[in-house]
């Protein structure tokens, strides 16, 4: 199994971003797939989770810029960024839940990928 995550870069304040995850060697169609990010210092975060379904979830901070969908047809995962803050600077990692439901803990994704660096600066 592998997670390829693509799309980050640097970019000013209030720009966009869109982050691709793509899985190979295994079908995403009932799985849960969330986004976390990690900053420098920091602990690995939820941003946003996708369920099987399409049931979608945002933590605070990113509730109303960024959305969350998701390609079975194409095994894809894809995140938009828009109004982009400094503090959104991060690695961004795509992960697979164990189930059809996602949710904010580390423990509950077993596969992973090597994330995108997102960088919002002027």
């Known amino acids: 199994v592998q997670l390829q995550a693509s799309g980050g870069g640097l970019v000013q304040p209030g720009c966009s971003l869109r982050l691709s995850c793509a899985a190979s060697g295994f079908a995403l169609d009932y799985y849960a797939v969330a986004w976390f990010r990690q900053a420098p210092g920091k602990e690995r975060e939820a941003v946003s989770c996708?369920?099987?379904?399409?049931?979608?979830s945002y933590a605070d901070f990113v509730k109303g810029r960024f959305t969350i969908s998701r390609d079975n047809a194409k095994n894809r995962v894809y995140l938009q960024m828009n109004s982009l803050k400094p503090e959104d600077t991060a690695v961004y990692y795509c992960?697979?839940?164990?189930?059809?439901?996602?949710?904010?803990?580390?423990?509950?994704?077993?596969?992973w990928g090597q994330g995108t660096q997102v960088t919002v600066s002027s």
């Open positions: 996708i369920s099987s379904s399409e049931d979608t």
């Open positions: 992960a697979i839940a164990r189930s059809a439901y996602g949710s904010r803990r580390l423990n509950d994704y077993n596969y």
